[in-house]
Protein backbone atom coordinates (compact mmCIF):
# COMPACT_ATOMS: atom_id res chain seq x y z
CA UNK A 1 0.00 0.00 0.00
CA UNK A 2 1.12 3.74 0.42
CA UNK A 3 4.29 4.52 1.54
CA UNK A 4 4.56 8.00 1.03
CA UNK A 5 1.19 9.74 0.32
CA UNK A 6 1.59 12.65 -2.90
CA UNK A 7 -0.83 15.66 -1.99
CA UNK A 8 -0.77 19.39 -3.31
CA UNK A 9 0.18 22.14 -1.44
CA UNK A 10 -1.94 23.42 1.39
CA UNK A 11 -3.09 19.77 1.58
CA UNK A 12 -2.72 17.44 5.01
CA UNK A 13 0.72 15.83 4.18
CA UNK A 14 1.76 12.18 4.95
CA UNK A 15 5.12 12.34 3.56
CA UNK A 16 5.54 14.50 0.92
CA UNK A 17 3.44 17.87 -0.74
CA UNK A 18 3.70 18.67 -4.22
CA UNK A 19 4.12 22.48 -5.79
CA UNK A 20 1.38 23.33 -9.07
CA UNK A 21 3.62 23.15 -12.56
CA UNK A 22 4.55 26.23 -14.47
CA UNK A 23 4.12 29.96 -15.02
CA UNK A 24 0.39 30.66 -16.52
CA UNK A 25 -0.73 26.98 -14.87
CA UNK A 26 -4.75 26.20 -14.56
CA UNK A 27 -4.62 25.79 -10.84
CA UNK A 28 -7.16 22.88 -9.74
CA UNK A 29 -9.57 24.07 -6.95
CA UNK A 30 -11.77 21.07 -7.19
CA UNK A 31 -9.96 18.74 -5.08
CA UNK A 32 -11.04 17.70 -1.96
CA UNK A 33 -7.86 17.75 1.27
CA UNK A 34 -7.64 14.16 1.98
CA UNK A 35 -8.56 12.50 -0.66
CA UNK A 36 -5.74 12.25 -2.94
CA UNK A 37 -4.19 8.40 -2.85
CA UNK A 38 -1.14 7.36 -5.24
CA UNK A 39 1.35 4.37 -5.81
CA UNK A 40 3.94 6.69 -6.16
CA UNK A 41 6.60 5.44 -3.01
CA UNK A 42 10.00 4.78 -1.97
CA UNK A 43 12.84 6.76 -2.79
CA UNK A 44 14.39 9.05 -0.20
CA UNK A 45 14.16 12.83 1.52
CA UNK A 46 17.83 14.68 1.02
CA UNK A 47 19.18 18.08 1.91
CA UNK A 48 18.89 20.45 -0.82
CA UNK A 49 22.02 22.49 0.31
CA UNK A 50 23.91 21.13 -2.80
CA UNK A 51 21.43 22.38 -5.48
CA UNK A 52 21.56 19.17 -7.29
CA UNK A 53 19.64 16.46 -5.74
CA UNK A 54 19.76 13.73 -8.65
CA UNK A 55 20.80 13.33 -12.22
CA UNK A 56 19.86 11.55 -15.34
CA UNK A 57 22.26 10.97 -18.35
CA UNK A 58 20.51 10.39 -21.90
CA UNK A 59 22.79 10.55 -24.64
CA UNK A 60 25.67 11.39 -22.99
CA UNK A 61 24.13 14.68 -21.86
CA UNK A 62 23.85 14.86 -17.52
CA UNK A 63 21.05 16.91 -16.75
CA UNK A 64 20.63 17.85 -12.59
CA UNK A 65 17.36 18.17 -10.51
CA UNK A 66 17.55 21.23 -8.68
CA UNK A 67 16.45 22.76 -5.67
CA UNK A 68 16.74 25.90 -3.63
CA UNK A 69 14.96 26.32 -0.42
CA UNK A 70 11.31 26.54 -0.93
CA UNK A 71 9.40 29.95 -1.44
CA UNK A 72 6.19 31.33 -3.63
CA UNK A 73 7.88 31.27 -6.52
CA UNK A 74 9.58 27.65 -6.52
CA UNK A 75 5.95 26.52 -7.65
CA UNK A 76 5.75 28.76 -10.96
CA UNK A 77 9.59 29.83 -11.61
CA UNK A 78 11.65 29.06 -15.02
CA UNK A 79 14.60 26.99 -12.86
CA UNK A 80 13.30 25.04 -10.36
CA UNK A 81 9.27 24.14 -10.79
CA UNK A 82 8.85 20.91 -11.88
CA UNK A 83 7.76 21.65 -14.78
CA UNK A 84 10.98 23.70 -15.85
CA UNK A 85 13.04 20.18 -14.92
CA UNK A 86 11.05 18.55 -17.94
CA UNK A 87 11.37 21.78 -19.98
CA UNK A 88 15.22 21.82 -19.33
CA UNK A 89 15.75 17.58 -19.97
CA UNK A 90 14.16 17.73 -23.67
CA UNK A 91 16.03 21.57 -24.33
CA UNK A 92 19.84 19.79 -23.12
CA UNK A 93 19.12 16.03 -24.38
CA UNK A 94 17.73 16.73 -27.60
CA UNK A 95 17.61 20.03 -28.52
CA UNK A 96 13.80 20.82 -28.65
CA UNK A 97 10.85 23.54 -26.39
CA UNK A 98 8.48 21.08 -24.83
CA UNK A 99 5.30 23.59 -23.27
CA UNK A 100 1.49 22.92 -22.44
CA UNK A 101 2.11 21.27 -19.41
CA UNK A 102 -0.69 23.38 -17.66
CA UNK A 103 -2.80 21.07 -16.36
CA UNK A 104 -3.75 17.88 -14.98
CA UNK A 105 -5.45 17.02 -18.45
CA UNK A 106 -2.88 18.71 -20.68
CA UNK A 107 -1.04 16.68 -23.30
CA UNK A 108 2.94 17.75 -23.52
CA UNK A 109 3.44 19.60 -27.31
CA UNK A 110 6.48 20.14 -28.33
CA UNK A 111 8.46 22.24 -31.49
CA UNK A 112 9.02 19.05 -33.91
CA UNK A 113 7.37 15.99 -33.79
CA UNK A 114 4.57 14.86 -30.98
CA UNK A 115 3.75 13.28 -27.78
CA UNK A 116 1.42 10.51 -27.73
CA UNK A 117 0.13 8.55 -24.16
CA UNK A 118 1.47 5.43 -23.88
CA UNK A 119 1.28 2.36 -21.17
CA UNK A 120 4.75 1.25 -22.09
CA UNK A 121 7.21 4.27 -21.30
CA UNK A 122 10.65 4.48 -21.36
CA UNK A 123 13.62 6.63 -20.17
CA UNK A 124 13.04 10.19 -21.14
CA UNK A 125 9.29 9.98 -21.49
CA UNK A 126 7.10 12.12 -19.52
CA UNK A 127 4.83 11.56 -16.33
CA UNK A 128 1.99 13.66 -15.66
CA UNK A 129 0.09 13.46 -12.25
CA UNK A 130 -4.01 13.35 -12.67
CA UNK A 131 -4.47 15.18 -9.50
CA UNK A 132 -1.96 17.74 -8.31
CA UNK A 133 -0.54 19.31 -11.75
CA UNK A 134 2.45 17.39 -11.27
CA UNK A 135 5.18 16.44 -14.13
CA UNK A 136 8.18 14.47 -14.05
CA UNK A 137 11.02 12.57 -16.37
CA UNK A 138 11.06 8.52 -16.24
CA UNK A 139 14.74 8.18 -15.38
CA UNK A 140 14.32 3.79 -14.96
CA UNK A 141 11.96 1.36 -16.03
CA UNK A 142 12.62 -2.24 -13.92
CA UNK A 143 9.40 -4.35 -14.92
CA UNK A 144 6.18 -2.67 -13.76
CA UNK A 145 8.00 -0.06 -11.37
CA UNK A 146 8.94 3.02 -13.12
CA UNK A 147 11.27 5.52 -10.96
CA UNK A 148 11.77 9.04 -11.73
CA UNK A 149 13.79 12.31 -11.43
CA UNK A 150 11.56 15.27 -10.82
CA UNK A 151 11.85 18.95 -9.13
CA UNK A 152 9.72 20.82 -6.46
CA UNK A 153 8.87 17.26 -4.37
CA UNK A 154 9.32 17.75 -1.11
CA UNK A 155 8.77 16.63 2.07
CA UNK A 156 5.76 18.15 4.85
CA UNK A 157 8.46 20.45 6.03
CA UNK A 158 9.15 21.49 2.23
CA UNK A 159 13.07 21.45 3.52
CA UNK A 160 13.90 17.95 1.87
CA UNK A 161 13.73 17.08 -1.60
CA UNK A 162 12.25 13.65 -2.91
CA UNK A 163 14.66 11.56 -4.93
CA UNK A 164 13.95 8.59 -6.08
CA UNK A 165 10.14 8.40 -6.10
CA UNK A 166 8.83 4.96 -7.95
CA UNK A 167 5.67 4.47 -9.43
CA UNK A 168 3.67 1.36 -10.21
CA UNK A 169 2.41 0.65 -14.30
CA UNK A 170 -1.22 0.66 -14.28
CA UNK A 171 -2.16 3.22 -11.52
CA UNK A 172 -4.50 5.74 -13.13
CA UNK A 173 -3.56 8.34 -11.07
CA UNK A 174 -0.33 8.73 -13.70
CA UNK A 175 0.04 8.92 -17.42
CA UNK A 176 3.04 8.81 -19.16
CA UNK A 177 3.54 10.38 -22.88
CA UNK A 178 6.45 9.64 -25.51
CA UNK A 179 8.16 11.31 -27.79
CA UNK A 180 8.38 9.95 -31.60
CA UNK A 181 11.78 11.26 -31.65
CA UNK A 182 12.71 9.23 -28.26
CA UNK A 183 13.89 6.00 -29.90
CA UNK A 184 14.63 4.52 -26.82
CA UNK A 185 17.15 1.60 -27.06
CA UNK A 186 15.54 1.33 -30.78
CA UNK A 187 18.32 2.51 -32.73
CA UNK A 188 18.64 5.84 -34.91
CA UNK A 189 15.54 5.63 -36.98
CA UNK A 190 15.42 8.83 -39.02
CA UNK A 191 12.31 10.59 -38.63
CA UNK A 192 10.20 11.86 -42.16
CA UNK A 193 8.49 14.62 -41.64
CA UNK A 194 5.51 16.15 -44.62
CA UNK A 195 4.74 19.28 -46.41
CA UNK A 196 1.68 19.85 -44.70
CA UNK A 197 0.71 23.63 -44.34
CA UNK A 198 -2.90 25.86 -42.88
CA UNK A 199 -4.64 28.37 -45.01
CA UNK A 200 -6.98 30.26 -41.69
CA UNK A 201 -10.21 32.08 -43.29
CA UNK A 202 -13.71 32.92 -42.75
CA UNK A 203 -13.63 33.00 -38.87
CA UNK A 204 -16.83 33.98 -37.67
CA UNK A 205 -17.00 35.88 -34.38
CA UNK A 206 -20.02 36.11 -31.67
CA UNK A 207 -20.55 37.55 -27.85
CA UNK A 208 -19.99 33.91 -27.04
CA UNK A 209 -18.87 31.84 -29.31
CA UNK A 210 -16.61 31.73 -32.41
CA UNK A 211 -16.77 29.18 -35.72
CA UNK A 212 -13.24 28.83 -36.89
CA UNK A 213 -12.14 27.62 -40.19
CA UNK A 214 -8.83 26.14 -41.95
CA UNK A 215 -7.78 24.38 -45.51
CA UNK A 216 -5.01 22.24 -45.03
CA UNK A 217 -3.14 21.69 -47.75
CA UNK A 218 -1.60 18.41 -48.52
CA UNK A 219 0.61 18.39 -51.55
CA UNK A 220 1.43 14.41 -51.29
CA UNK A 221 -2.23 13.73 -50.80
CA UNK A 222 -1.27 11.41 -47.52
CA UNK A 223 -4.25 9.60 -45.99
CA UNK A 224 -4.96 11.80 -42.94
CA UNK A 225 -6.81 9.95 -39.75
CA UNK A 226 -6.53 12.31 -37.31
CA UNK A 227 -7.06 16.21 -36.91
CA UNK A 228 -8.17 18.80 -34.23
CA UNK A 229 -7.70 22.66 -32.62
CA UNK A 230 -6.55 23.61 -29.40
CA UNK A 231 -7.97 26.77 -28.15
CA UNK A 232 -5.42 29.27 -25.36
CA UNK A 233 -7.08 31.81 -22.77
CA UNK A 234 -5.74 35.12 -23.31
CA UNK A 235 -2.82 34.54 -20.96
CA UNK A 236 -1.82 31.30 -23.90
CA UNK A 237 -3.45 28.89 -21.44
CA UNK A 238 -4.48 26.00 -22.89
CA UNK A 239 -8.42 25.40 -22.41
CA UNK A 240 -9.17 22.41 -24.48
CA UNK A 241 -7.37 20.13 -27.03
CA UNK A 242 -9.97 18.56 -29.29
CA UNK A 243 -8.97 15.35 -31.67
CA UNK A 244 -11.33 13.67 -33.60
CA UNK A 245 -10.63 10.63 -36.72
CA UNK A 246 -11.24 11.66 -39.72
CA UNK A 247 -10.34 9.98 -43.35
CA UNK A 248 -8.73 12.62 -45.05
CA UNK A 249 -6.10 11.91 -48.67
CA UNK A 250 -7.34 14.62 -50.69
CA UNK A 251 -4.72 17.76 -51.99
CA UNK A 252 -6.64 20.08 -50.28
CA UNK A 253 -9.60 19.87 -47.81
CA UNK A 254 -11.35 21.97 -44.91
CA UNK A 255 -11.95 21.98 -41.28
CA UNK A 256 -13.82 23.97 -39.13
CA UNK A 257 -15.38 23.78 -35.44
CA UNK A 258 -18.31 25.40 -33.81
CA UNK A 259 -16.91 26.94 -30.46
CA UNK A 260 -19.91 26.18 -28.63
CA UNK A 261 -22.03 24.11 -30.73
CA UNK A 262 -19.27 20.95 -31.47
CA UNK A 263 -16.35 22.02 -28.93
CA UNK A 264 -18.47 23.16 -26.03
CA UNK A 265 -16.81 25.88 -25.05
CA UNK A 266 -18.14 28.98 -23.89
CA UNK A 267 -16.24 31.83 -24.75
CA UNK A 268 -16.59 35.86 -22.64
CA UNK A 269 -17.56 38.52 -24.50
CA UNK A 270 -14.65 41.42 -25.65
CA UNK A 271 -12.21 38.74 -24.56
CA UNK A 272 -9.34 37.81 -26.41
CA UNK A 273 -8.48 34.11 -27.28
CA UNK A 274 -6.38 32.45 -29.33
CA UNK A 275 -6.40 29.02 -31.29
CA UNK A 276 -4.61 26.75 -33.53
CA UNK A 277 -5.40 23.66 -36.12
CA UNK A 278 -3.52 20.46 -36.28
CA UNK A 279 -2.88 17.12 -38.11
CA UNK A 280 -1.81 13.77 -37.03
CA UNK A 281 -0.56 11.81 -39.69
CA UNK A 282 2.15 8.58 -38.51
CA UNK A 283 1.96 9.33 -35.07
CA UNK A 284 3.42 13.09 -35.78
CA UNK A 285 1.49 16.39 -35.06
CA UNK A 286 1.47 19.11 -37.90
CA UNK A 287 0.10 22.24 -36.43
CA UNK A 288 -0.98 25.62 -38.20
CA UNK A 289 -0.39 29.07 -36.79
CA UNK A 290 -1.61 29.97 -33.31
CA UNK A 291 -4.42 32.27 -34.03
CA UNK A 292 -5.87 35.45 -32.14
CA UNK A 293 -9.06 37.22 -32.15
CA UNK A 294 -11.28 39.14 -29.47
CA UNK A 295 -14.91 37.65 -29.24
CA UNK A 296 -17.81 40.59 -29.73
CA UNK A 297 -19.57 42.48 -27.16
CA UNK A 298 -18.53 44.35 -23.82
CA UNK A 299 -15.63 42.48 -21.69
CA UNK A 300 -16.61 41.56 -17.81
CA UNK A 301 -16.06 44.24 -15.80
CA UNK A 302 -12.03 45.23 -15.00
CA UNK A 303 -10.39 45.53 -11.73
CA UNK A 304 -8.39 48.16 -12.61
CA UNK A 305 -10.03 50.84 -10.73
CA UNK A 306 -9.34 49.19 -7.47
CA UNK A 307 -6.82 51.34 -6.98
CA UNK A 308 -9.35 54.15 -5.75
CA UNK A 309 -10.36 52.01 -2.65
CA UNK A 310 -8.77 52.15 0.53
CA UNK A 311 -6.31 49.99 1.70
CA UNK A 312 -7.54 50.34 5.48
CA UNK A 313 -9.14 47.12 6.48
CA UNK A 314 -9.78 45.26 9.62
CA UNK A 315 -8.53 42.12 11.13
CA UNK A 316 -7.31 39.30 8.41
CA UNK A 317 -10.66 37.72 6.85
CA UNK A 318 -11.48 34.26 8.11
CA UNK A 319 -12.52 31.43 6.13
CA UNK A 320 -15.05 30.25 8.71
CA UNK A 321 -17.59 33.11 7.23
CA UNK A 322 -16.34 31.67 3.85
CA UNK A 323 -19.83 31.03 2.22
CA UNK A 324 -21.37 33.96 4.11
CA UNK A 325 -19.25 36.26 2.63
CA UNK A 326 -20.09 35.11 -1.11
CA UNK A 327 -23.83 35.11 -0.46
CA UNK A 328 -22.94 38.65 0.77
CA UNK A 329 -21.82 39.99 -2.00
CA UNK A 330 -24.00 38.32 -4.61
CA UNK A 331 -26.94 39.79 -2.25
CA UNK A 332 -24.80 43.27 -3.03
CA UNK A 333 -25.02 42.85 -6.63
CA UNK A 334 -28.14 42.32 -7.15
CA UNK A 335 -29.31 45.39 -5.61
CA UNK A 336 -31.52 48.23 -6.66
CA UNK A 337 -29.71 51.58 -6.01
CA UNK A 338 -31.93 52.42 -3.65
CA UNK A 339 -31.44 48.82 -1.52
CA UNK A 340 -27.52 49.73 -1.95
CA UNK A 341 -28.03 52.66 -0.43
CA UNK A 342 -30.59 51.64 2.38
CA UNK A 343 -27.58 48.93 3.39
CA UNK A 344 -24.60 50.91 2.58
CA UNK A 345 -25.53 54.74 2.93
CA UNK A 346 -23.48 57.11 0.88
CA UNK A 347 -20.21 56.08 -0.71
CA UNK A 348 -17.23 57.96 0.56
CA UNK A 349 -16.79 59.28 -3.34
CA UNK A 350 -17.80 58.56 -6.96
CA UNK A 351 -15.89 58.27 -10.31
CA UNK A 352 -18.13 58.02 -12.97
CA UNK A 353 -20.78 55.40 -12.27
CA UNK A 354 -18.36 53.98 -9.59
CA UNK A 355 -19.40 54.39 -5.88
CA UNK A 356 -16.50 53.66 -3.54
CA UNK A 357 -17.45 52.47 0.50
CA UNK A 358 -15.58 52.54 3.58
CA UNK A 359 -14.38 49.56 5.25
CA UNK A 360 -16.47 49.91 7.66
CA UNK A 361 -20.06 50.08 5.74
CA UNK A 362 -19.38 46.01 4.60
CA UNK A 363 -18.39 43.85 6.78
CA UNK A 364 -18.08 40.19 5.21
CA UNK A 365 -15.74 37.44 5.72
CA UNK A 366 -15.67 38.79 9.66
CA UNK A 367 -13.38 41.66 9.11
CA UNK A 368 -14.04 44.84 7.08
CA UNK A 369 -12.74 45.81 3.88
CA UNK A 370 -13.39 48.40 1.06
CA UNK A 371 -16.91 48.12 -1.36
CA UNK A 372 -16.32 49.33 -4.80
CA UNK A 373 -19.94 49.30 -6.62
CA UNK A 374 -20.37 50.31 -10.32
CA UNK A 375 -23.75 51.07 -11.57
CA UNK A 376 -25.88 51.02 -14.86
CA UNK A 377 -29.66 51.47 -15.25
CA UNK A 378 -30.71 52.54 -11.20
CA UNK A 379 -29.07 48.76 -10.59
CA UNK A 380 -25.66 47.41 -9.24
CA UNK A 381 -24.03 46.22 -12.19
CA UNK A 382 -20.56 44.39 -10.62
CA UNK A 383 -19.64 44.73 -6.24
CA UNK A 384 -16.10 44.48 -5.83
CA UNK A 385 -14.45 43.87 -2.74
CA UNK A 386 -10.81 44.24 -1.94
CA UNK A 387 -8.83 43.55 1.38
CA UNK A 388 -5.49 44.69 2.08
CA UNK A 389 -3.06 42.78 4.44
CA UNK A 390 -0.82 44.54 7.11
CA UNK A 391 2.36 43.56 5.89
CA UNK A 392 4.05 41.13 3.84
CA UNK A 393 4.28 38.75 7.18
CA UNK A 394 0.41 37.75 6.51
CA UNK A 395 1.87 36.26 2.66
CA UNK A 396 1.37 32.37 3.27
CA UNK A 397 -1.91 33.04 5.59
CA UNK A 398 -3.55 35.37 2.25
CA UNK A 399 -2.86 32.30 -0.06
CA UNK A 400 -4.39 29.73 2.18
CA UNK A 401 -7.06 32.42 2.15
CA UNK A 402 -7.32 32.58 -1.40
CA UNK A 403 -7.51 28.81 -2.56
CA UNK A 404 -10.07 28.42 0.88
CA UNK A 405 -12.74 30.98 -0.63
CA UNK A 406 -12.06 30.03 -4.55
CA UNK A 407 -13.34 26.22 -2.96
CA UNK A 408 -16.50 27.88 -1.32
CA UNK A 409 -16.91 30.23 -4.34
CA UNK A 410 -17.37 27.17 -6.04
CA UNK A 411 -20.19 25.82 -3.73
CA UNK A 412 -22.09 28.93 -3.58
CA UNK A 413 -21.64 29.67 -7.51
CA UNK A 414 -22.36 26.25 -8.16
CA UNK A 415 -19.82 25.59 -11.11
CA UNK A 416 -15.89 25.34 -11.00
CA UNK A 417 -13.74 28.18 -11.34
CA UNK A 418 -10.70 28.43 -13.86
CA UNK A 419 -7.35 29.20 -12.34
CA UNK A 420 -4.73 30.95 -13.44
CA UNK A 421 -1.05 31.18 -12.05
CA UNK A 422 0.15 34.36 -14.09
CA UNK A 423 3.13 34.79 -12.14
CA UNK A 424 4.49 34.52 -8.63
CA UNK A 425 2.71 37.60 -7.48
CA UNK A 426 -0.45 37.47 -8.69
CA UNK A 427 -3.16 34.69 -9.23
CA UNK A 428 -6.96 34.74 -10.48
CA UNK A 429 -9.81 32.26 -10.23
CA UNK A 430 -12.63 33.29 -12.55
CA UNK A 431 -16.51 31.95 -12.79
CA UNK A 432 -17.57 32.21 -16.48
CA UNK A 433 -18.49 36.15 -16.21
CA UNK A 434 -20.54 35.94 -13.13
CA UNK A 435 -17.57 36.03 -10.44
CA UNK A 436 -13.56 36.57 -10.19
CA UNK A 437 -11.27 36.00 -7.59
CA UNK A 438 -7.28 37.65 -7.38
CA UNK A 439 -4.53 37.42 -5.24
CA UNK A 440 -1.79 39.94 -5.85
CA UNK A 441 1.44 41.17 -3.86
CA UNK A 442 0.82 44.90 -4.65
CA UNK A 443 4.13 47.46 -3.50
CA UNK A 444 4.74 43.45 -1.13
CA UNK A 445 1.96 43.47 0.36
CA UNK A 446 -1.05 40.87 -0.29
CA UNK A 447 -4.47 41.58 -1.25
CA UNK A 448 -7.43 39.46 -2.32
CA UNK A 449 -10.17 41.42 -4.29
CA UNK A 450 -13.42 39.41 -5.61
CA UNK A 451 -15.82 40.69 -7.84
CA UNK A 452 -19.47 39.47 -8.11
CA UNK A 453 -21.38 40.70 -11.18
Known amino acids: MLKKEM ?24 AVPGTAE ?20 VNG ?15 TDTTYSCAAFVKRFYRDVYGRDVYGLNSTTSVPQIDQGSFTETNSPKVGDILRDNQSVHWAIVK ?26 K ?8 SYFTWN ?10 QVYHDFSFNYHSLERYDTNAVIHTKVNNPERLHVKKVGCYIYDSNGSLIKRHEENCSRNESRFNIWYDFTGELGVTL ?16 VEYQGAKETFTTTGTASKAQDDTVEMSRECGPAPSLDYAKDGWLSLQELARSSEQALHDRMWDPEKEVGNKKYYAPERCGVFSTMAPVMAEMGNDRVDSITWKYTYPDKSYKAESKEFYEGVAEAGNEVLGMTGTGICENKNHMTTTWNGVASLQWSMEEGVPTITITVE
Not at 38 to 57: E, L, P, R
Open 181 to 190: GNNGNSGNKQ
Open 167 to 174: AELGDSRY
Open 268 to 283: TPGTEYSYQFYVIYDN
Open 38 to 57: AKMSNGSFVSIAGGAVDSIT
Open 140 to 165: EVNGNTVTLIQQNAWNGDYNKAWVGA
Open 7 to 30: VKKGWKAMGMKMGIAAAAVIIGLT
Open 61 to 75: VKVDALYEPYNSGTN
